[in-house]
């Protein structure tokens, strides 16, 4: 795709030469940066305000040393990180991420997709990512907690509910959220709304856990309505097996949806039988064993088959749902998807596809949208969580759930006036747009 010629330029000045080594972080300031040509044509204010030089480079970095004791009473360092991106519209907001893949590329472009997937939701968030490269896999509860303590002892001087406000992400569930807020509360003496997620009986909203999936399955029902088509009797494929898959799969059960595949770091389970209920909760001790596979799966229910070594993508589905880590869904998965006839792809892992596959999808007719539009439900449901904190207070989970509804439709209405390209959606482009010019707009009513 042509680029804007002042996108062209920051991105090589600014983004490409600076930091050669930042791959994800690269990928994904191409990928906005390709959607905004006809943006930056029509505006030159962006160019005359420098947003695109300011938007790349994250307002603050937090960089902090990890020590913490393992079960044999060893020491062990990790790096701590929280990239606080952008405040244009709110206190920095976006969830940690544990896992022996983070670096600053990782949590770079995870903190750039957040400012403007916190946008769309059109609620006042910036945009903030932070985590650490520990791995929690085989961790013991205790080792858990001492990592979280050691974490939280340098984070929580950043942080606060109108300054910085994390979640989960990969490897931060309820658990690690628990020990993080405990720790924070004993070092700030302060008890509210810094994180969210929160356990119910603490301060954690009602359908928090579910948002991300139900979100992801109510953008997906908006897709295609506008094919004049229904969700009941859709064969899914589903990759992952954490909180985001859980809730994909358990909302499109709800709706009649068959979920046909799950899958892990070891392989991926072939259902054709389709989740039930049971198996939905299955997923949640496969996820609460800490061993990070699948494969049990295949021993427990009959009639399904565990596929070593590889992807969903070969399983033969109507719709694909990415659900688990950046760049799993390659440009060779794409054309496989093709080639079985898939008809829609709705990314549900931060920038789950690569440019390749995107291409492959778009070249082919096959709508695609976007994981900073498909998965903004949970980010979103993470500022309902700060709303009841602030007003101290809890909702039901209808009052939760028709919120979510309401910003899930929003956002594809978005995605459809800024994406509409000859009659068919981009939703990458209409995603990017309105994220963009929703910070953009403000950095210059902001000065500098
Ligand atoms: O990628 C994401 O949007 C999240 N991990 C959730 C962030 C949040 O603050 O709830």
């Known amino acids: 795709?042509?680029?804007?010629?002042?996108?062209?330029?920051?991105?090589?000045?600014?983004?490409?030469?600076?930091?050669?080594?930042?791959?994800?972080?690269?990928?994904?300031?191409?990928?906005?940066?390709?959607?905004?040509?006809?943006?930056?044509?029509?505006?030159?204010?962006?160019?005359?305000?420098?947003?695109?030089?300011?938007?790349?480079?994250?307002?603050?970095?937090?960089?902090?040393?990890?020590?913490?004791?393992?079960a044999n009473g060893e020491v062990q360092i990790n790096n701590g990180y929280r990239v606080q991106f952008n405040s244009a519209l709110g206190p920095y907001k976006g969830g940690l991420r544990f896992h022996p893949t983070v670096n600053l590329s990782v949590l770079k472009f995870l903190g750039f997709e957040q400012m403007f997937k916190n946008a769309l939701t059109t609620l006042p968030m910036g945009g903030g990512k932070g985590g650490s490269d520990f791995n929690p896999k085989g961790k013991s509860d205790l080792e858990v907690m001492n990592f979280c303590n050691a974490f939280m002892r340098e984070l929580f001087r950043h942080i606060g509910p109108d300054t910085d406000v994390p979640a989960g992400d990969i490897g931060v569930g309820a658990r690690e959220i628990?020990?993080?807020?405990?720790?924070?509360?004993?070092?700030?003496?302060?008890?509210?709304?810094?994180?969210?997620?929160?356990?119910?009986?603490?301060?954690?909203?009602?359908v928090r856990s579910e948002a991300t999936g139900f979100g992801a399955?109510?953008?997906?029902?908006?897709?295609?309505?506008?094919q004049n088509q229904e969700i009941a009797g859709k064969r899914i494929a589903i990759s992952g097996f954490g909180n985001v898959a859980w809730g994909a799969a358990l909302k499109a059960t709800q709706l009649g949806a068959k979920v046909i595949t799950i899958s892990g770091p070891d392989g991926y389970i072939l259902d054709e039988d389709g989740l039930n209920f049971d198996k939905v909760n299955y997923m949640l001790e496969l996820r609460s064993s800490g061993k990070d596979i699948v494969a049990p799966y295949a021993e427990k229910f009959a009639g399904s088959k565990f596929f070593a070594g590889r992807k969903p993508w070969e399983a033969d589905a109507d719709i694909a749902m990415p659900c688990a880590i950046q760049n799993e869904l390659n440009?060779?998965?794409?054309?496989?998807?093709?080639?079985?006839?898939?008809?829609?792809?709705?990314?549900?892992?931060?920038?789950?596809?690569?440019?390749?596959?995107?291409?492959?999808?778009?070249?082919?007719?096959?709508p695609f949208a976007p994981g900073k539009a498909v998965n903004a439900g949970g980010v979103a449901t993470s500022c309902l969580e700060m709303s009841q904190n602030a007003g101290h207070c809890y909702w039901t989970a209808e009052?939760?759930?028709?919120?979510?509804?309401?910003?899930?439709?929003?956002?594809?209405?978005?995605?459809?006036?800024?994406?509409e390209e000859n009659g068919k959606i981009n939703y990458v482009a209409g995603a990017n747009i309105a994220g963009f010019r929703k910070v953009a707009d403000a950095m210059i009513a902001q000065g500098w």
């Open 1 to 70: 795709m042509k680029m804007n010629a002042y996108a062209e330029r920051i991105l090589q000045e600014c983004v490409i030469a600076k930091y050669p080594w930042e791959k994800e972080f690269i990928q994904s300031v191409t990928e906005v940066f390709e959607s905004l040509t006809s943006l930056l044509d029509a505006n030159p204010k962006y160019e005359q305000n420098k947003i695109l030089e300011r938007i790349v480079v994250p307002e603050r970095i937090i960089q902090f040393q990890v020590p913490w004791t393992d």
């Open 178 to 206: 628990g020990y993080l807020f405990g720790q924070y509360k004993r070092l700030a003496n302060m008890f509210n709304g810094v994180l969210t997620g929160k356990g119910l009986g603490w301060g954690g909203s009602l």
């Open 217 to 226: 399955i109510y953008f997906v029902q908006h897709m295609l309505a506008r």
């Open 331 to 366: 440009g060779n998965d794409a054309a496989t998807l093709v080639a079985n006839k898939i008809k829609m792809v709705a990314e549900v892992s931060n920038m789950g596809c690569t440019p390749e596959a995107i291409q492959c999808f778009q070249s082919n007719g096959i």
């Open 399 to 419: 009052e939760v759930d028709s919120r979510l509804h309401s910003i899930m439709t929003g956002i594809h209405e978005a995605c459809v006036a800024n994406g």
